[in-house]
């Protein structure tokens, strides 16, 4: 069966940070992977989504960045963070190359900013 | 990808059904009806999805009416760990999931 780990579960970050969030999968090949946010009291933010190694796509205009530097591995960065990032980051994973397929997510990162 | 229109709560007795309607009056040939929900700080958990046909898993049913332009997500026997926001999305090829406000389920003792 297929797992989706993401780390650390909360962060604490002064305004002016780098930023650094890792999401991996495990039991499958070429997934496609996600990373969302979700601000406090609003819905979730597709943020970028990535359909194999080097490959992002980005979704809304924002202070950050995703890599994607192996198959199962997904980052989310950041060279300075600002008070409107804080949030629940979530990473997500779907199988690659089916069609439409649901989207399986992690446990998320609860990201503030200080 | 289409619109969905969801009431924003409801509630139901431990041990009954809970109905949870769903209007996507938009939705195009190709787009697939898709449920999540989400827990209290934790992440949203897939639960269902369908094009056209009824379907059913170990969560829930899913009822799409013969023109698509609603659904029903139903859980037979709700407890009080279903609890949570509803999300009904539609969603075509990309898979891409455009999250709203979703309905806030709360089940009663």
């Known amino acids: 069966s297929q797992t989706i780990h993401q780390w650390p579960a909360t962060l604490v970050q002064p305004v002016g940070s780098p930023l650094s969030l890792e999401c991996t999968v495990e039991?499958?090949?070429?997934?496609?992977l996600y990373w969302y946010r979700q601000a406090a009291g609003r819905g979730l933010q597709l943020l970028f989504y990535?359909?194999?190694?080097?490959?992002i796509s980005s979704e809304v205009p924002q202070n950050l960045s995703a890599s994607r530097p192996q198959d199962r591995q997904f980052i989310l960065s950041s060279k300075k963070l600002l008070l409107s990032d804080s949030g629940f980051y979530l990473c997500?994973?779907?199988?690659?190359?089916?069609?439409?397929?649901?989207?399986?997510f992690g446990d998320g990162t609860r990201l503030s900013i200080l | 990808d289409a619109k969905t229109t969801q009431p924003t709560s409801m509630d139901c007795a431990e041990g009954r059904a809970a109905n949870l309607p769903c209007n996507h009056s938009?939705?195009?040939?190709?787009?697939?009806v898709y449920w999540y929900r989400q827990i209290h700080s934790q992440g949203p958990q897939y639960i269902i999805h369908g094009l056209k046909n009824n379907e059913t898993n170990e969560m829930a049913s899913l009822i799409i009416t013969e023109d698509r332009k609603s659904s029903t997500l139903i859980l037979p026997h709700a407890t009080l760990r279903d609890t949570a926001v509803y999300y009904c999305i539609v969603t075509g090829a990309n898979s891409k999931l455009t999250f709203g406000k979703g309905i806030t389920l709360s089940v009663r003792p």
């Open positions: 997500a994973w779907s199988f690659g190359g089916v069609g439409n397929q649901p989207q399986h």
């Open positions: 039991g499958t090949s070429n997934p496609n």
């Open positions: 990535s359909v194999g190694i080097g490959q």
């Open positions: 938009t939705i195009s040939g190709n787009e697939y």
